[in-house]
Each structure stands twice: as structure tokens, then as C-alpha cells.
């Protein structure tokens, strides 16, 4: 089955709400007729609406960074996933930062992912190891565990997304190789098919992050088993962001014989 490649931007904490609505403007005049490649934006929540506005009727799509796993609940500063049902279409979950710095475990991961789910949000679930776990020999076994506990009881539907995003790949200029990526995905998509069925984790698209730049994402396109980007230093500007989507659409027209 096809998958369709994914290039989403994370936009973590950054822009200020006039910016925020220039990107969007500006990615939208730029990419906007982009084919073959799904377009995802992620904002900080407090920008999610004026992102919305400015892409309103546009083929860019609109996702959070974060969900809280429950609505009308005493749980001071989160967002629920019926609020942000309201607005958006997906929302990344587990990012290495909400890991790392806020102390996310395995198990909150899994409750998000099924949250979003139940509300009819498209998760993003980020799965990926820390240096000192890579250096240690742990690789595998970590990305089985968040795989497999972040999945666990859910009923996904076809085309669910993954970010494999090696923590160490993160924000530093140091992108994994495309043959490294890939074999982690390969291992990710057998684990999947283990639990869930091949048929089923053929539909899964499994995304690479950490690094991405326009420069170097024809290169992870190119492995067949890597379905596209999480993008995060890079999606913070119309031309570097614009770049990635164009390259991939490009890769991957270009790999059908088009
Ligand atoms: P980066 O971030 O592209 O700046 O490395 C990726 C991410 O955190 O999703």
C-alpha cells in the first residue's frame, strides 16, 4: 500500500502571534499546491487559532504539540483533546522534550495516544534514544519499548504517524545517517507488525526527525521505508520549511516514474 509521505513542522516555543501568522501566510503562498506530500504545521497552543485562520481552505494542515489525555478535568494548564479536536487534526505526542524536560513517561505516552485517538486526532508519537542509551548498546530495546507501550490497547487507524527522532539528532546540527534512520524504522515497523499485523504496519507512516534540513532530506526520502520528517529548527522559516516539502515531493514523485 502507498503511504503518503509526511513533512510536519514543529514549532515548539517559539514565534510571538504576528510571526506566527507570517509563517503560516507565508507558507501558505509558498506550498500550498505542494502535491503527494501531507503538510503539517505545529504551533504553540496559544497560536493554534490564528494559524487556523491564516490557512483556512488551505492544503497545509494544523496540528498541536501536546494534549492532556482527559477534558473537564481539574488538571490546571493542559489541554484537553476534545478542545483541540475543535481546531486541529493531529497532535505530536511524546516528543523527546516532553520526555526528557517534563518528565513524560511510557505509560502517559500510551494514555495520550489512546486520548487523542478516542477524539479523532491524528497522533504524531515520537519514539527515539538518548545519547548515553545509543553509547550503551540500548537502541533497540528502547525503541521497542516506547513502540510497543506507546501502541499498547490502541486500535489505530491506516496511515497512523510516528516520528523516529534520535534525542541526540535533536537541535544539533547532527542528523542521523539515512541507513541508520532507516534500519531504526525498519526495526520500528517489524516491532509494529509483530502486534498488529503486517498489513497494518504497512499503512503506518514512520517519519525521521533530528536535523532535517533541505539539504539533507532527499536523502533520508530516498530509503523506501522512511515515509518523511518531523522538522523542527528548519520549519521556523517560509524557505527552509518550503525546501523540505518541495524536496520531498520531488523525491517521491520522482521514485513513482512521474
Ligand atoms: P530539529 O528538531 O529539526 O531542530 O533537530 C526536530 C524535533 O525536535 O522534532
Redesign the pocket.
Known amino acids: 500500500m502507498a503511504r503518503t509521505p509526511v513533512i510536519a513542522g514543529?514549532w515548539?516555543c517559539h514565534m510571538r502571534l504576528d510571526s506566527a501568522f507570517e509563517l503560516a501566510s507565508g507558507l501558505r503562498d509558498r506550498i500550498d499546491d505542494v502535491q503527494d506530500v501531507e503538510k503539517i504545521v505545529c504551533p504553540p497552543f496559544l497560536y493554534l487559532a490564528t494559524v487556523e485562520v491564516a490557512l483556512t481552505t488551505s492544503s497545509i494542515m494544523v496540528g498541536a504539540q501536546d494534549v492532556h489525555w482527559e477534558d473537564d478535568a481539574a488538571a490546571t494548564g493542559e489541554v484537553g483533546p476534545q478542545m483541540l479536536e475543535e481546531l486541529v487534526d493531529y497532535v505530536i505526542i511524546g516528543?523527546?522534550?516532553r520526555r526528557h524536560r517534563f518528565g513524560e513517561t511510557d505509560e502517559m505516552v500510551n494514555t495520550k495516544v489512546q486520548a487523542a485517538l478516542a477524539t479523532g486526532l491524528q497522533p504524531i508519537m515520537c519514539v527515539g534514544e538518548t545519547l548515553e542509551e545509543r553509547q550503551a548498546g540500548h537502541t533497540e530495546g528502547v525503541l521497542l519499548r516506547q513502540t510497543r507501550s506507546g501502541l499498547n490497547g490502541s486500535e489505530f487507524p491506516d496511515g497512523f504517524i510516528i516520528?523516529y527522532?534520535p534525542v541526540w539528532?535533536?537541535?544539533?546540527g547532527m542528523a542521523a545517517t539515512a541507513d541508520d534512520a532507516n534500519g531504526a524504522i525498519d526495526l520500528i515497523r517489524r516491532e509494529i507488525a509483530a502486534g498488529f499485523g503486517q498489513a497494518k504496519a504497512d499503512t503506518v507512516r514512520i517519519l525521521y526527525?533530528?536535523?532535517?534540513t533541505g539539504d539533507n532530506i532527499a536523502e533520508f526520502m530516498s530509503r523506501e521505508g522512511i515515509d518523511g520528517a518531523?522538522?523542527?529548527?528548519?520549519s521556523l522559516k517560509v524557505d527552509a520549511f518550503a525546501k523540505i516539502v518541495e524536496e520531498a515531493a520531488r523525491v517521491r514523485t520522482g521514485a513513482r516514474g512521474n
Do not use: C, F, Q, R
Open positions: 514543529n515548539k516528543h523527546s522534550e516520528a527522532e539528532a535533536i537541535g544539533t526527525g533530528g536535523s532535517v518531523l522538522v523542527g529548527g528548519a
